[in-house]
Structures are given as structure tokens and as C-alpha cells.
Antibody, heavy 123, light 111 residues
Framework: EVQLVESGGGLVQPGGSLTLSCAASGFTVSTNYMTWVRQPPGKGLEWVSVIYSAGSTYYADSVKGRFTVSRDNSKNTLSLQMNSLRVEDTAVYYC?????????????????WGQGTTVTVSS | QSALTQPPSASGSPGQSVTISCTGTSSDVGNYKYVSWYQQHPGKAPKLMIYEVNQRPSGVPDRFSGSKSGSTASLTVSGLQAEDEADYYCSSYAGSNDFVVFGGGTKLTVL
């Protein structure tokens, strides 16, 4: 079964750091493009970052320079290192697989989502 | 990159059809065919319903259809059912640096 399971969320003070993990099963993280999407309480979805199979990474302006996405091919996991956290980073964070039929063609849509992990930034 | 514009709410009776709009710009919806729609029930993760404007993933009922005209995309849900009541989000590719931008979401109520 294709599945994503996030972990690592929690309560952190402003200015603190947190690392989220996303364990994949049923497919290989390194051969897909993977994203992080977040959803503040009661609000809509916001794209956070993407990592392509070739390793290139991109970030939303709101997190650029503070967040780093990476993957561990041996563990088939995706990670999001979050530094200098702000109150406005409070959200449910989802990891999601990018939809693709293969051959480096991208639909720029997310077809598999984790259940989400909650990050609360508060003093 | 600004969010795409969706109406905050929409509603319809069982069996009716409802259409949700998603307005972007020439930098996103108007420039790419990579428009997607997601359904999200309370407390659940989003689910991909439409990709590439009008393509349905396997398992999504054909009651869900998508279209695009210029910088506005639309999701139509035909033959409304109680389980269609959810939040719906559109998204569009917005270039390599911005990847995708989402709409603010539309709460669909089945009366």
C-alpha cells in the first residue's frame, strides 16, 4: 500500500527549531518529487517546499532561508528542518507525493498525502 | 505569489450540480494546464480529485469534472451527494520557483 506517515511535530518556542520526518511505503521517495504543504488552523493550504528526484529544491518565500528539505534514500524518508520558527509557522504540516506518469513528466499535483503533523509555535 | 481566488462557500441540494470557480492570473492558471482540485473533509488530509484541468485520478467518480477558460478554472460536481460536503481547494503550477499556488478554499454544503 502506498502510504506516507509524518512525525516530529510539537510545541516549540519562537526562534526554536524542529525537524519533521515523513516515512514512505509502497514507493521510492528518491525517484519521485516530494512536497511539504501546511495548513494553519482554520485556514487554507500553503505550499512550503519541493524536492525533485534530481535533488533540486525550492521553497515558498515565507520559509526561504529558514527551512530545509532533504531525503534519506536508505530509509526512504523525507525531512523538513525548520529553524528560526515564528508564530505564523503554526500549522498542520503534510508531506505529499508529486503526481507523475513517469519519464520526468510532472502533473504538478499531489496524489498521495500523509495524515499531517501539528507544529505549534508559541511562548 | 498571491493565492488563487475561490468563493468561500457554495451549496446545492442532493442530485443538483454545483460549480466552484478558481481565478488566477497569467502567471499561473492562465499560463499552464497544471490546474488541480483537492477535496478535504474535516480533520482529514486533502485528496486529489482533478489534475491537468480535467483529468480524474483512478477512483474519483465521474460526477467530478474540471474545466478552464483563460485565467479561471472551474470544478463542477454533478449529482450532489451528502458525502461531497467538504472543503475544495484549487491549485495551479506557478513556475519553477513558486511551484504551486493554492486557492483559499471553498466550503461546499449539501443542503
Amino acid at each position: 500500500e502506498v502510504q506516507l506517515v509524518e512525525s516530529g511535530g510539537g510545541l516549540v518556542q519562537p526562534g526554536g527549531s524542529l525537524t519533521l520526518s515523513c516515512a514512505a511505503s509502497g514507493f521510492t521517495v528518491s525517484t519521485n518529487y516530494m512536497t511539504w504543504v501546511r495548513q494553519p488552523p482554520g485556514k487554507g493550504l500553503e505550499w512550503v517546499s519541493v524536492i525533485y528526484s534530481a535533488g533540486s529544491t525550492y521553497y515558498a518565500d515565507s520559509v526561504k532561508g529558514r527551512f530545509t528539505v532533504s531525503r534519506d534514500n536508505s530509509k526512504n524518508t523525507l525531512s523538513l528542518q525548520m529553524n528560526s520558527l515564528r508564530v505564523e509557522d503554526t500549522a498542520v504540516y503534510y508531506c505529499a507525493r508529486g503526481a507523475t506518469p513517469g519519464n520526468y513528466y510532472y502533473y504538478y499535483a499531489m496524489d498521495v498525502w500523509g495524515q499531517g503533523t501539528t507544529v505549534t509555535v508559541s511562548s | 505569489q498571491s493565492a488563487l481566488t475561490q468563493p468561500p462557500s457554495a451549496s446545492g441540494s442532493p442530485g443538483q450540480s454545483v460549480t466552484i470557480s478558481c481565478t488566477g492570473t497569467s502567471s499561473d492558471v492562465g499560463n499552464y494546464k497544471y490546474v488541480s482540485w483537492y477535496q478535504q473533509h474535516p480533520g482529514k488530509a486533502p485528496k486529489l480529485m482533478i489534475y491537468e484541468v480535467n483529468q480524474r485520478p483512478s477512483g474519483v467518480p465521474d460526477r467530478f469534472s474540471g474545466s478552464k477558460s483563460g485565467s479561471t478554472a472551474s470544478l463542477t460536481v454533478s449529482g450532489l451527494q451528502a458525502e461531497d460536503e467538504a472543503d475544495y481547494y484549487c491549485s495551479s503550477y506557478a513556475g519553477s520557483n513558486d511551484f504551486v499556488v493554492f486557492g483559499g478554499g471553498t466550503k461546499l454544503t449539501v443542503l
